[in-house]
């Protein structure tokens, strides 16, 4: 049966906040203990696997907070929240000023470009708060976006790297980006190191019109988390995306899968998940949703079980046609 291994990158490396904290800051991606700690995970993940042809990849972390696509504050959070810390206790916040006078000969250049009055470089490494500020000039924006890049593309290649080293025969499925929170900057990053791309995407169907930059993306992709709920289970909560009743759930799934398989960047989607939430909640954060195939006394769903063995035994002729 072919399988999949996923893996957090958890440890004492120091962090970077994003503004849309989600499921706790950011990692400092330049703290050499960072780089240690990816590769003290993929070596967990890879002695689990042993090399296994079964499993066909590997997921790393989960919908990490890189920055809501909207305004110049959401999106570049993590570069403006970098800004603000002293360079001489942030590896991200070095990187950066590195970066920038890379870019611009004197400090004056800067200042002119941003339409901000940095007194010198030694202010900027000190640390300036641009969190509250209204107005931003073109310039500012670029080199936003070019720090952004930057941090995502050390964050891909740290763990790419890793994988490359001790589980070259298995894929990289990238971090399975909350669909809300991976802007151009993360995904051009992600583009150079991940092998499939992969998203957490709770809504009813694929909007084609929302998908259109899988396009430029052109890497094979996965849904790596969808359901529909309904309090008909006699759960407490319906989850993410409510159902009528389980029935339509079935109906619903339907419809979703069959929006995935008619796209053709999409390779695979992943349910979340195969049983129920605990009635009381599960342990860290009470969570007790309607999203499994079975109930947590391990009884199926029998609508949704009808609906996934039809969707699967002709998915390959809806996706290629009667050859």
Known sequence: MPYFANGWVIGDFKTVRSGMDYWGPMPDVFDPEFTRRAQVTVAVVAEEVKNNPWCIGVFIDNEKSWGRPGTTQTQFGIPLHALDLNASESPVKAEFVRLLKEKYSTVDQLSTAWGKDIASWTALEAGMNYLEEETFSDAMIADLSMMLEAYASKYFQVVHDALAEVMPNHLY?????????????????????????????????VDPSYWKFLEEIDRPSIMGEFHMGTMESGQFHPGIVFASGLEDRARMYTKFMETVIDNPYFIAAHWFQYVDSPLTGRAHDGENYNVGFVRSTDVPYRELVDAAKKVNATLYERRFGNK
């Open 173 to 205: 499925l990238g971090c399975r980006f909350a669909s809300w929170g991976m802007g151009k900057e993360v995904r051009t990053a992600a583009q150079k190191y991940v092998d499939v791309f992969s998203y957490n995407y709770y809504e009813e169907a």
